[in-house]
C-alpha cells in the first residue's frame, strides 16, 4: 500500500524533512518580501514537492540494503532474475523505474530541457552517483538500476511534455496561475485527508 510504503520512508527521514522545509520556507518568504516577489501558490508548493522528493530519495538510497556489497556490470541480468508479477519484480524492476518518474518530471521542469538525450543523460549522471556512492557505504553497485532509473526518469520527462502540450491547448483560463493555485490546494488537501486516513484509495 502506498500509504504505508511512505510512512515506513518518513520513518526515517521526518526529522531532516521538517527541519529542511522549514528552512526553505522560511527563506523563500523572505526572499519573496524582500524583492517584492508576488507569491505563486502552485510554484512554491512544487519546490517543496521537489525539495520533499530528493530528501526520500536520498533517505532510501543510503538506507541499508539485505544484500550487501555486491556488483552487477552485466546489462539485464538483475531484471530478468525476478518473475513478472512477482513482488521482488515489482520492488527491484518497477520500484526503479516508478522511483525516478518524479526525478524525471522535476528536473524537465526546472531545467527546461526538452530533448530525450538531455534528460537521459542527467539522469544516467544521477543514477551512477548514487549507484557508486551506495557502493562505498556497504550497499551494491548493479548497472541493472541505473538502467531502470533512466528509464523512469525518461517516462517523468514524457509526462511533462504531455502534460505541458495539454495545458497550452487549453482555454486561456485553465493557464492562469489562479487555477493552478485552486488545483494545487485540492490536491494537497486530498492528500493530507488521504494520509490521515479520513479518505481511502485503493492503491
Same mark, same amino acid.
Given at each position: ?83 513478472? $508479477?512477482?513482488?521482488? #519484480?515489482?520492488?527491484? !524492476? =518497477?520500484?526503479?523505474? @516508478? ?5 524525471? +518530471? &522535476? ?45 523512469? $526518469?525518461?517516462?517523468? #520527462?514524457?509526462?511533462? !511534455? =504531455?502534460?505541458?502540450? @495539454? ?5 486561456? +483560463? &485553465? ?29
Amino acid at each position: 500500500m502506498v500509504k504505508t510504503a511512505v510512512f515506513d520512508l518518513l520513518e526515517g527521514a521526518w526529522p531532516t524533512l521538517v527541519i529542511f522545509l522549514v528552512i526553505v520556507i522560511i527563506m523563500r518568504l523572505f526572499y519573496l518580501k524582500n524583492a517584492n516577489k508576488r507569491l505563486i501558490f502552485h510554484e512554491e508548493l512544487l519546490l517543496l514537492a521537489f525539495i520533499t522528493y530528493i530528501l526520500l530519495l536520498f533517505e532510501l538510497v543510503t538506507s541499508r540494503d539485505v544484500y550487501i556489497g555486491g556488483t552487477n556490470l552485466v546489462p539485464f541480468r538483475e531484471i530478468f532474475r525476478y518473475p513478472i $508479477g512477482s513482488e521482488n #519484480f515489482y520492488r527491484q !524492476v =518497477a520500484g526503479n523505474i @516508478i522511483l525516478f518518474m518524479p526525478f524525471g +518530471f &522535476f528536473a524537465t521542469y526546472y531545467t527546461r530541457v526538452n530533448k530525450f538525450r538531455s534528460i537521459s543523460l542527467i539522469t544516467f549522471l544521477v543514477s551512477l552517483t548514487i549507484e557508486t556512492v551506495q557502493k562505498f557505504i556497504g550497499r551494491s553497485f548493479d548497472i541493472d538500476d541505473i538502467m531502470l532509473n533512466v528509464l523512469g $526518469g525518461v517516462l517523468g #520527462f514524457l509526462i511533462y !511534455v =504531455a502534460l505541458d502540450a @495539454i495545458r497550452k491547448k487549453l482555454p486561456s +483560463f &485553465f493557464q492562469k496561475d489562479a487555477f493552478y493555485n485552486f488545483l494545487s490546494i485540492v490536491v494537497l488537501g486530498v492528500m493530507i485527508l488521504y494520509f490521515l486516513g479520513i479518505i481511502e484509495f485503493n492503491w
